[in-house]
């Protein structure tokens, strides 16, 4: 398979080396990423091979002249040594401070891929072949917690194999997390797996909240939003996720009920619904389980794990209930020791 190249030049080679680390830590597709530390090397390479992304200190692009590096690389990011940085000159040349976070770099070439996805074909999230666990939370209880025990166990969780979690409600405090002025959730992303599967993984990357080596995918604004999706567009982002994502654990927060929910429930591979404790809460349990009962719906049954809410404010008792919680799940997740 062709190789999508990204290449960085600086005559710093502490800096390069610095830049091509994070890169490759933080950067999650599929680039093989090459360091120049003199332009003259990387014009011998560019006469040769195909570089499809190319990120160069200003000295560096005017040293051997930009007009090379502007007819022979389709998409340049330039780095200039000082924060003032002009507009974009051309639609493949993009100008960003040396003195910027790396992590805004990785957020320019995220944009160029995504925008640009013409010029990336074939490029991946960088991912290895995995076998997918969906980790489903339920409970018809309101205000118990779901979805800081869903944070809590996609972080534990994310430590064993590349996790992302998929929250189902509106108003999320999940939306929050967020930085930067995108405004793109899951509905964007529901509409990139139908129409651009292909380019599915650029879209991810860029809409990506991340919290302790968790993955997060924004939610909708209203509950109207999720109502419009539907379980075979579930099916399909999981396929996606898996594919092109890379994803081992899938953790689907559900607190809305978009069409099919319990359809969505039957694709997990272990459900975890908190209980409560009153006698309002278990009778609106033993509503939920009737309803799957008298629904053909036995199976979320079998693989429901009971529990109560979080124990808040103690750290250390909330940690060993997500681990009791893991420990009760564990041969379905093969989680491992």
């Not at 092109?244 to 809305?256: M, Q, S, V």
């Not at 033993?286 to 794990?305: G, S």
């Not at 750290?315 to 997500?322: E, T």
Request: net charge negative; charged share 30%; with cysteine.
């Amino acid at each position: 398979m062709k190789k999508t190249v990204l290449a960085v030049c600086d005559s710093d080679k502490r800096y390069v080396e610095r830049l091509q680390e994070y890169l490759r830590n933080n950067l999650k597709l599929s680039f093989e990423i090459i360091s120049f530390t003199e332009s003259s090397k990387l014009k011998e390479y560019s006469n040769d091979s195909a570089v499809s992304l190319l990120i160069i200190t200003d000295r560096e692009f005017e040293k051997e002249g930009r007009a090379f590096f502007e007819e022979a690389v389709r998409n340049i990011i330039v780095l200039k040594d000082d924060e003032v940085v002009p507009e974009k000159v051309k639609d493949d040349v993009r100008y960003v401070s040396r003195l910027c976070p790396a992590s805004e770099i990785v957020k320019q070439v995220i944009g160029i891929c995504t925008e640009r996805a013409e010029d990336f074909i074939g490029l991946t999230a960088d991912k290895q072949a995995v076998k997918r666990k969906v980790i489903g939370l339920f409970t018809p209880i309101s205000g118990c917690g779901q979805t800081s025990l869903a944070l809590s166990l996609g972080e534990k969780i994310s430590k064993k194999g590349r996790s992302i979690l998929i929250s189902f409600e509106s108003f999320s405090k999940l939306r929050a997390l967020r930085e930067g002025d995108s405004d793109e959730d899951l509905t964007d992303l529901m509409y990139f797996a139908e129409c651009s599967p292909d380019s599915f993984g650029l879209y991810l990357e860029r809409m990506l909240i991340r919290r302790d080596g968790l993955d997060i995918v924004p939610p909708p604004v209203t509950a109207a939003q999720l109502k419009e999706i539907k379980a075979e567009n579930v099916r399909n982002l999981l396929e996606l996720l898996c594919e092109k994502g890379g994803y081992e654990y899938i953790l689907l927060d559900i607190k809305e009920y978009p069409e099919g929910f319990a359809d969505i429930l039957s694709m997990c591979d272990i459900v975890y619904t908190i209980i409560g404790e009153s006698a309002e809460d278990q009778q609106k349990i033993a509503m939920y389980n009737q309803f799957l009962i008298e629904n053909d719906y036995d199976l979320i049954l079998e693989r429901t794990v009971k529990c109560s809410p979080l124990v808040k404010k103690i750290p250390q008792a909330k940690k060993q209930s997500i681990n009791a919680l893991i420990d009760r799940g564990r041969e379905v997740l093969e989680l491992g020791t």
